[in-house]
């Protein structure tokens, strides 16, 4: 019997989602949710029906885990506890500051339908986060690094597009490479910000805007940009269709740690993804982690979970035995 | 109250526990034991007992998890299930087409016991495994790939050093350079043994032995070394003590998978080691394992596990409130 999986948002991430529950034969996609109206929404599947997200209590019974694919601002904080009543739950909440508060309001909703709710999955927090924790807990005496990039940060991109005169950006984040080497090399170097990532600017700017005072807008803004260096190209809107439509992303966990009666031996251990879409690739780890729910709640098991709660094992389509054999 | 390690075995993997030991502060060492005359065992510990391993069945109590620093050929296949009856125990055990056999073992008597026991634990099988377990979870539609080295080949060093004539020798594993960068670009070629990974010989020959036999005796000999492009250089043991003393390690888990309705996107999820000591790096993973069974017993759980059933939150010495804060 296949676990079948429920979809609420469907931008980037649940379309990557939806491609992603193609691939995993063990699983079959059951529904969208939209706010949108459902009869305006083209989805990739064929016979997979969508509905309004106000009719999702009545499919309590034909879902077995549901996928929420909103954004970490204001729709995760209120829909991963309230779904969490009912079925359960994956998101990919990603303000790290405020995930002790979400897990909180997760777990609390989660224990009392007994359901499983799955929070913060992705890359980072997500795969990133375990490559830190297992690292940590192998090597104590040790620095660790995280290098995101080259990749595009939307945030990034979305603060450039609010400055006067801009008509469209897009901004890469990239690991500087000097840094990225040394700590590869075993080096424990303190990195302030700019040490560690560049930012590039590729902005669309409409006719006559002032184009030195956008540059400087940009490469001022607080928190954004003021503590990078930060290059800024302009192009045409043509350019950047062709040359910058793509999402990708990645970036590099690295930790060096001591080892030895006397510290004499350094061990590096370097976690990396180079992905073509960051969206498809963080709807690859919230699918696998559906599986886990899937499992864990049939175990018992409830409340809430991040990625460091999660036995491996849980996330794979073969049994244990299966495993045991091939995979360790 | 600190975690009571007990070792058992007390070779390069011993000591190399007894290191990692010091470095987690919720942890100390309880005692060693040893087939040896423990009056004869001079460790590194000041203050640490060293016992008969004839007597470890007095020191039930005093030891919290005993982790097992034997070989897999004879050692733990006895090992492991008979002291799971005592003790929560880790080991190391690495003959892969055996962990079905040994898994089931261990399960038996750790169940009866109540304990637990964490099998196959160190960085291949290891983490290594746990790399290429959450990869193909992630993309399932993909090709994954394992090189090992730079590094010291214990076995094929000790196969050169029974041929007549070799006094001395050291092995190293080595990827080909032209895989490794295929397959870190994206690819995802067909290797055959040779073309993944080739091996470099130290030897040390007895004065007036036939160099050119020992040469073709290495080159020819099957599963070690035919299926391989090898190099032999003859140096004095001088230069082998000097340059080649270390037991430094290492290796690459690649995965390689499709995404998209048209599998139009490809990501590359990497995990990369480098060991300046394998022992050294093997004991610091069996010791966090320690922590994890110690604490999965506390919990009440029981039998035999591996890397793939423990979740990572129960490595780390930090609570799980601290993991969501500060590691997420």
């Known amino acids: 019997m296949s676990i079948r999986i429920g ?8 379309r ?3 491609c992603a529950v193609k691939q995993n034969d063990d699983m079959e996609l059951a529904a969208v949710f939209t706010r949108r109206n459902p009869a305006s929404l083209k989805i990739l599947s064929e016979n997979v029906p969508v509905y309004s997200i106000n009719d999702i209590l009545n499919y309590k019974d034909a879902i077995d885990v549901l996928i929420l694919c909103g954004g970490s601002a204001t729709d995760l904080p209120k829909q991963t506890p309230e779904y969490a009543k ?3 739950v994956i998101d990919s909440f990603d303000t790290h500051a405020k995930i002790p508060a979400h897990f909180a309001n997760v777990d609390q909703a989660a224990k009392a339908s007994g359901k499983i709710g799955i929070i913060s999955v992705g890359w980072d927090p997500g795969m990133f986060s375990l490559s830190r924790v297992y690292a ?4 104590p005496d040790g620095s660790d690094y995280t290098f995101w990039g080259r990749g595009v940060s939307q945030g990034h991109s979305d603060a450039i597009r609010r400055i006067e005169g801009v008509l469209d950006a897009r901004q890469y984040t990239i690991p500087v490479p000097s840094s990225l080497e040394a ?4 080096e424990t170097p303190e990195l302030s910000t ?3 990532h560049t930012r590039e600017c590729f902005v669309v700017a409409a006719e006559g805007a002032d184009l030195p005072k956008i ?14 260096d930060t290059t800024v190209h302009f192009i045409s809107q043509e350019e950047l269709d062709k040359n910058h439509s793509g999402i990708p992303h990645g970036g590099f966990v690295i930790r060096n740690g001591k080892t030895g009666w006397e510290k004499e031996h350094t061990h590096t251990i370097e976690y990396s993804l180079r992905l073509d879409s960051n ?3 963080t709807a690859c780890v919230l699918t696998a982690y559906a599986r886990a729910a899937y499992r864990m709640g049939r175990e018992g098991m409830c409340g809430c979970k991040t990625v460091l709660d999660v036995a491996p094992a849980y996330l794979c389509r073969q049994s244990n035995d299966q495993l045991r054999q091939h995979m360790l």
């Open 215 to 228: 540059e400087t807008e940009i490469k001022e803004m607080p928190n954004y940009f003021a503590d990078y």
């Open 279 to 281: 969206p498809e690739f």
């Open 194 to 196: 700019r040490e560690k």
């Open 7 to 14: 979809i609420l948002g469907y931008g980037n991430l649940g």
């Open 136 to 139: 940590d807990a192998i090597l």
């Open 86 to 88: 009912y079925f359960h």
């Open 183 to 186: 700590v590869r090399n075993g």
């Open 16 to 18: 990557g989602v939806e």
